[in-house]
């Protein structure tokens, strides 16, 4: 057979392998850089310095999303990087970020799946699920989020909370310095235990030595940017089906299916329709209907997603508020992954505002004073009128947004910014990046809960604030992440003053990519208010 590189070698004297060295670094070459100048074409600015195959992810590793506002400052409100070879615009302006979120949203209605959704015992997960599929899983969470339910959790958090209050104490009779994130951390995963699933696993008290958590905890481990299935499926995306159909995902396996075991069985448990859910568990098997399992699934490990199944539960699901047994089992895992560390982080963040700046601490342990003698306890209504304590946490949320971006991929060619996005193209929107810029909060740097008072509503520019994400798509968790946060601090601000421990940092160091994680933890002591 005719052999054009063996030719050339023949013609130059040369090795046979060597033509073939050289076309194959020049194939790969080209795959590599193939994207370098996408945004180049389309007219737009974009991060320079992007290198073949590995495209801004140098830059954006070593200076991270807490670098957006030099690039917004740079680049302006609208710019394009390379995560790998997968271009990314970034929207970093409020009014389109409204245009993305709201707008046009049925042109981005979905997220990026990365490797995410490759573990199969995850893959119905309300943030990963897409279009129809989408709208029928976030009918039942946005039911079960509703402020009548969280009503009915408050006795469960508050117990959780009297655990999270008394671990502060023995640190108090030590005369010792605590970890604040460790503690939030305990505090967070009780909640969801027994806010989701109805039961108690005491990590406040027994330092999550739970089978439960010890496996959630495997997972959080899995999240990291040297991950090889994240490093795959960003440089080389067209990887994602191979490791989809192995069902090789970001998520440590092992834990994954000892946590969707633990699920089914207490599913199993539970079979028996409620008729006044309690808990989210009990809520999502009271919407189950076991005509949308699919038939071919003996197991959750072995799904086989056919077009057929597809379709059948496209046509079920309208108008329909039902979950099959799949959708229960992702979504459970879903609640400790979206609810265990972010709520933590905004916890611990608020102590730690509140330690240094002991005026607003005083303040807003006045109001917590003062509004629970007006309402008797520390119930639903009496935290929902507590004005400063809410100025609090969303100025917290500002300062150190749990998550630092959020996506969105294109569905449908769209035009935004005066751009045309395409069909399958990928938008970040930089919440940190937004959330300190001056040019919607004067001197972002500065700790002020009045920003968010009533008097000063007109100051703030609509869709500037976005720790909870945007429109439809937003978090559905929001209601519990602001009440558990809200309950846990204000239990623990009744029994105890916080304060700087001798080592703590006024401006700790956090996580760059991703969440605002303190790095070395937040250090603080606490004195006794009695
Ligand atoms: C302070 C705590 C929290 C913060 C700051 C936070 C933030 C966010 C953000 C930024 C998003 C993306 C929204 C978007 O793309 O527009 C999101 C999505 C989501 N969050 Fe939260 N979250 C928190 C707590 C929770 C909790 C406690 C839960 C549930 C137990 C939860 C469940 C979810 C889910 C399921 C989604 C995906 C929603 C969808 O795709 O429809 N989050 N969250």
Request: glycine share 6%.
């Amino acid at each position: 057979m005719f052999n054009p590189l063996a030719l050339v070698a023949n013609l130059f004297g040369l090795p046979t392998w060597l033509p073939t060295i050289v076309a194959l670094a020049v194939f790969l070459y080209w795959y590599g850089a193939r994207k370098l100048d996408f945004f180049k074409k389309r007219g737009a600015p974009y991060v320079e310095g992007a290198l073949p195959f590995a495209g801004n992810f140098l830059n954006v590793v070593r200076h991270g999303f807490t670098d957006d506002l030099q690039r917004i400052n740079k680049y302006g409100r609208m710019f394009g990087e390379l995560h790998g070879s997968v271009p990314i615009w970034v929207i970093a302006d409020p009014e389109l970020v409204r245009e993305v979120g709201i707008k046009e949203f049925s042109s981005f209605t979905n997220r990026r799946k990365a490797g995410f959704a490759f573990n199969p015992e995850f893959k119905k997960a309300l943030h990963l699920v897409e279009d129809s599929e989408w709208k029928g899983i976030r009918n039942v969470m946005t039911h079960g989020f509703s402020s009548a339910k969280m009503k009915r959790m408050v006795p469960l958090i508050q117990h959780c909370a009297d655990e999270f209050a008394d671990s502060f104490q023995q640190y108090l009779d030590q005369n010792k310095e605590f970890e604040a994130k460790e503690l939030c951390g305990n505090f967070t995963m009780d909640v969801i235990a027994t806010t989701q699933f109805g039961i108690e696993v005491s990590s406040s008290k027994e330092a999550g030595n739970h089978d439960l958590i010890k496996h959630v905890k495997l997972l959080f481990a899995s999240l990291s940017i040297k991950n090889p299935v994240i490093m795959l499926t960003l440089f080389i995306p067209s990887t994602a089906s191979l490791l989809e159909r192995f069902g090789i995902g970001v998520f440590n396996s092992r834990a994954m299916s000892f946590i969707s075991n633990y699920i089914n069985r207490l599913c199993q448990l539970r079979s028996q329709k409620t008729e006044k859910p309690v808990n989210f568990l009990e809520l999502m098997l009271s919407a189950y209907d076991e005509d949308l399992d699919d038939p071919k699934d003996t197991s959750i490990s072995v799904i086989d997603d056919t077009t057929e199944y597809i379709n059948k539960v496209k046509d079920w699901r309208d108008g329909k508020k039902t979950l099959s047994m799949h959708e229960i089992i992702s979504n459970s895992i879903l609640f400790f992954i979206a609810g265990y560390d972010t709520t933590s982080t905004a916890m611990c963040w608020m102590f730690h505002e509140l330690a240094h700046n002991p005026d607003i601490q005083e303040n807003l342990y006045q109001e917590i004073e003062e509004t629970i003698a007006q309402y008797g306890s520390l119930t639903y209504d009496a935290v929902a009128s507590m004005k400063y304590l809410d100025q609090v946490f969303c100025e917290t949320t500002r300062m150190y947004p749990p998550a630092q971006r959020t996506d969105r991929i294109c569905t449908e060619d769209c035009k935004i910014g005066g751009h045309l996005i395409r069909k399958g193209e990928i938008l970040n929107i930089p919440i940190y990046g937004i959330h300190m810029n001056p040019d919607y909060w004067p001197e972002p740097e500065e700790f002020r809960p009045e920003r968010f008072a009533k008097e000063n509503a007109g100051d703030i520019v609509p869709y500037s604030y976005l720790a909870f994400g945007v429109g439809p798509r937003g978090c559905v968790g929001q209601r519990l992440a602001v009440l558990e946060s809200k309950i846990g601090v204000v239990t623990a601000l009744r029994r105890f003053r916080f304060v700087p421990s001798e080592n703590a940092e006024r401006h700790p160091k956090f996580n760059t990519l991703g969440t605002c994680s303190a790095i070395n933890g937040i250090h603080l002591r606490v004195e006794s208010r009695s």
